[in-house]
């Protein structure tokens, strides 16, 4: 025990979050099992440790951090370990990756039932469904999801300010107003193409190369996240990563699944499970037309982000897609976006017709009091046009 401690006053001590996240002022941290989910990338370690450095003394043991990946819990499980810590005053027990351990979700149901005082906060992959999937856990966890950096978060980090974030409701509404307290400090259009290509996963800011290391997270989405955790066979695994390449060449648009089927020599029913898991993993989003839903077939799937567009095929990219991948990406955390009527637009919890178009064509453009249009290449808006970059202001 007093290993894990060391480690955890080491680790909390060279803790420096960037950005705070907003998720944290909106977690309920008096519950007694909390869920964080989040893809690879996004910071769920760092949150964890951010929020003991909130929340405790450096040297207080009644929080402790630990991850499942140390070795020592291939011999342990986490209810008996979790009960040491609480006989000896431990309070809050941070458990990082804790589909690392085998019945994990009976191990913490477990120590719900015998550690009244207790409270877990654990992470996951996104791919987990923590109460559709484990039944030991319905009823008791409360699940929160861990995203990328929002544009927001990006450009206070990358320009010192601290913008707010603002509801649809109040962009749609006040977004002149919202406009005119944000420009006079910075410009936006100078950071928006930086995000677009590189501000979504926390780590663009290590001194690596950001490419090559979104390349690795996405191998580790297909080869642990999905496999693992969907126990899927490893000779599957090709199948899964050619769909993902032959899905994000395309573009955002319907796939053609039996085609598909056919270019991964597996059954038409096996790629739509397939695209299931990717979207469950944060690596593409389906989009179904209002009031449809899996398994029926997506009339569109597109990347999660845009950042993982520049990484697997940078040479084929055009900005209509992005900038769409951007609005789907930045409207998914709160609301329900779905396929209009039409591909030419999108339709928000199933009220909002949305259309993302390019300022500079704004003479082709012929604008209907129905339609909101999202506009690219512009800073300011009026009306029922709206510049893009504020969307990214949601979370």
């Keep these: 025990m007093e290993v894990f401690f060391r480690t955890h006053t080491n680790l909390v001590e060279h803790t420096h979050a960037s950005v705070r996240r907003t998720l944290m002022d909106e977690i309920d941290w008096n519950d007694r099992m909390i869920g964080i989910k989040g893809t690879r990338g996004v910071g769920k370690t760092t949150f964890l440790l951010q929020y003991a450095k909130e929340h405790f003394d450096i040297q207080d043991r009644q929080c402790l951090y630990v991850n499942m990946n140390n070795f020592y819990f291939q011999g342990r499980g986490i209810s008996d370990f979790a009960g040491e810590f609480y006989r000896n005053g431990g309070r809050v027990l941070l458990i990082d990756q804790v589909f690392k351990q085998q019945d994990w979700c009976l191990e913490l149901r477990k120590c719900y039932d015998e550690y009244p005082n207790l409270n877990i906060v654990f992470t996951g992959s996104s791919v987990m469904r923590l109460k559709e999937e484990n039944t030991e856990l319905n009823g008791i966890v409360k699940s929160y999801n861990l995203r990328g950096f929002s544009f927001r978060e990006f450009l206070n980090l990358q320009t010192g300010n601290n913008f707010s974030p603002y509801t649809l409701d109040e962009i749609l509404e006040n977004h002149e107003?919202?406009?005119?307290?944000?420009?006079?400090?910075?410009?936006?259009?100078?950071?928006?193409?930086?995000?677009?290509?590189?501000?979504?996963?926390?780590?663009?800011?290590?001194?690596?190369?950001?490419s090559e290391n979104l390349q690795k997270t996405m191998n580790m989405m297909?080869?642990?996240?999905?496999?693992?955790?969907?126990?899927?066979?490893?000779?599957?695994?090709?199948?899964?990563?050619?769909?993902?390449?032959?899905?994000?060449?395309?573009?955002?648009?319907?796939?053609?699944?039996?085609?598909?089927?056919?270019?991964?020599?597996?059954?038409?029913?096996?790629?739509?499970?397939?695209?299931?898991?990717?979207?469950?993993?944060?690596?593409?989003?389906?989009?179904?037309?209002?009031?449809?839903?899996?398994?029926?077939?997506?009339?569109?799937?597109?990347?999660?982000?845009?950042?993982?567009?520049?990484?697997?095929?940078?040479?084929?990219?055009?900005?209509?897609?992005?900038?769409?991948?951007?609005?789907?990406?930045?409207?998914?955390?709160?609301?329900?976006?779905?396929q209009g009527s039409r591909e030419t637009y999108y339709t928000v919890d199933g009220k909002l017709k949305f259309k993302i178009c390019n300022a500079n064509n704004n003479g082709k453009t012929r604008c209907t009091p129905d339609m909101i249009y999202a506009r690219y290449n512009t800073e300011v808006g009026h009306g029922n046009q709206i510049p893009l970059w504020l969307f990214g202001f949601l979370y």
């Design 177 to 210: 107003q919202i406009i005119k307290q944000i420009l006079p400090k910075v410009s936006p259009n100078k950071y928006f193409l930086d995000y677009i290509h590189h501000g979504f996963y926390p780590f663009y800011q290590e001194h690596r190369n950001y």
């Design 222 to 338: 297909t080869e642990v996240d999905i496999l693992l955790i969907k126990q899927i066979e490893l000779k599957y695994l090709t199948k899964i990563k050619k769909l993902f390449y032959l899905l994000a060449v395309d573009g955002p648009k319907a796939p053609n699944i039996s085609q598909l089927a056919n270019d991964i020599e597996t059954s038409r029913a096996t790629v739509m499970n397939y695209i299931k898991y990717l979207a469950d993993a944060r690596l593409i989003n389906i989009i179904y037309p209002f009031g449809q839903e899996f398994p029926k077939k997506p009339t569109k799937v597109m990347m999660h982000n845009s950042n993982l567009m520049f990484a697997i095929y940078p040479i084929k990219i055009e900005q209509q897609d992005t900038m769409e991948t951007f609005f789907v990406n930045s409207l998914w955390k709160d609301h329900k976006v779905n």
